[in-house]
């Protein structure tokens, strides 16, 4: 069983910089792939980055990259989401996933967080 919280949300303006933070419990979070994924209110939710068990393999949604970086300290058991020149469509609640997938562009994690809130104003 693994247990996700995410941190770091918040208001920010655009142009601006946010570092969300995935922290987990469990033994197994190291050897689980993690997704960053992202839900605007009367959208559907998107994949916006995901990074292997290892940290060596990292996938990224075709808007995202280049502004968002995602990253993982397993000794922390921790997952992060860098944002970068953050726009106001970027604006969404925020939610990490952990799990086994055989692929980063995979959706159907086992585990989920609670979300965080990410709101730009323009």
């Known amino acids: 069983q693994v247990q996700l919280v995410e941190s770091g949300g918040g208001l920010v303006q655009a142009g601006d910089s946010l570092r969300l933070s995935c922290a987990a419990s469990?033994?197994?979070?190291?050897?689980?792939?993690v997704g960053w994924f992202r839900q605007a209110p009367g959208k559907e939710r998107e994949l916006v980055a995901a990074i292997s068990w290892s940290g060596e393999s990292t996938y990224y949604s075709d808007s995202m990259e280049g502004r968002f970086t995602i990253s993982r300290d397993n000794a922390k058991n921790t997952v992060y989401l860098q944002m970068n020149s953050l726009k106001p469509e970027d604006t969404a609640a925020y939610y990490c996933?952990?799990?086994?997938?055989?692929?980063?562009?995979?959706?159907?994690?086992?585990?989920w967080g609670q979300g965080t809130q990410v709101t730009v104003s323009s």
């Open positions: 996933a952990a799990g086994w997938l055989p692929s980063l562009r995979r959706t159907n994690y086992d585990y």
């Open positions: 469990g033994r197994s979070f190291s050897s689980y792939n």
